[in-house]
């Protein structure tokens, strides 16, 4: 493939946190290199995130502002660090001050910057307006294209991905598996712990295990409660890494997850996802990408969407939006698993009546004599 000389040739994207917007990324990098192989991809952020772009052929820049990296002169640092890898653009998919510091610092340097556009505006007319007939508006992946597009590429929206086999951290799978996340950073979009307790007894009473993602501290106590309480239910913190998680992920039949980062996990692994909405709404573009509609949860509140990010303290003071009944969670996960079994009977029946059609003797065909005869060509 021929690629015009006015594109760059080697692109820094930065993207420092948070972690679900970084596990977006990768989708829009993986539409940019099908499109544009030869084009070199670094990627500014923090080492923690680099599982996120497993089978993904770009290289990274490590972020440390707490470190040789803090400051005005540890962000020019930061930016030397990356001309001398031969940079010539700037995608600033994060659009934070520090990150707009260094693409401002390679722009002295003569680089070529882009910029992402967050909607906010549009974002914030959404803001306590429930309308179910609303259009969504653009997803935050579509929004890391257009940074790219801006820098001269041309490529179409990414395909979701698909499922491939990853290995299993916890051995062989008997029986169907099922992820819980109900934790989040912002407490708009934390599922109430009375009922994920509920959430996770049924859960567990009706599949064979039933694992709790979950960070430290108090989330990582409540998570070893449930499996102390549940024989089948598994507390995933301190058990394995993030590139293991992503690899149990891979394995799930199906993971609850809040509007939060095991979603987009699970986007990146193809994964079935019911996904659990309170102060935020899937319309505002962070769904996880190439995840259903049909597999939200939330509420229709005339308060809902309070919050763009869900760090808006509710005016109520309850967080009523997230008092979903366990009962609306179990059913949704119950679809997604019944959807799977009858997917994977037609696959099966067709795989079947292929190989009875693969059975069957070919059809003779007359022989053909002229100038056709064993020319391969179609009979006159």
Known sequence: MVRKSRLPRHILVIRNSAMGDVAMLPHALRALLRRYPDVHVTVLTRPLF????????????????????????????????????????????????????????????????????????????????????????KHTVIRYCDVLRRLGFEFPNPRPIKRCVRPNPFGEKNGIWIGFAPFSAQQGKNYPLKLAAKAIKMLSERYNRVFIHSGGGDEAAFAEEMERAHSNVTALWGRVRLDGELDLIANLDCIVSMDSLAMHMASLVASPV????????????????????????????????????????????????????????????????????????????????????????????????????GSGGEEP
């Open 50 to 137: 680099k599982p996120f772009f497993f089978g993904l052929n770009v290289d990274f820049l490590d972020a440390d502002y707490k470190g040789r990296h803090e400051g005005l002169k540890g962000l020019w640092r930061l930016a030397a660090e990356a001309r001398a890898c031969g940079v010539d653009a700037v995608a600033d998919v994060h659009g934070v001050l520090r990150s707009r510091i260094i693409a401002l610092f390679l722009r002295l340097r003569g680089v070529r910057t882009a910029r992402i556009d967050k909607g906010r505006v549009e974002k914030w007319f959404r803001l306590g307006f429930s309308n179910p007939a609303a259009v969504p508006l």
């Open 274 to 373: 019911v996904s659990v909405w309170g102060a935020t709404h899937p319309a505002l573009g962070f769904l996880g990408y190439g995840c259903s509609f049909d597999n939200v949860v939330q509420l229709d509140l005339p308060c809902r969407p309070c919050s763009v990010y869900g760090s808006r303290e509710c005016k109520f003071g309850d967080y009523r939006c997230m008092d979903i009944p366990p009962k609306m969670i179990i059913e949704s996960v119950a679809a997604v698993i019944e959807r799977q079994t009858v997917s994977e009977k037609c696959a099966c029946s067709e795989g079947q009546a292929e190989t009875r059609a693969d059975d069957r003797e070919p059809e003779r065909r007359p022989e053909v004599s002229g100038p056709c005869a």
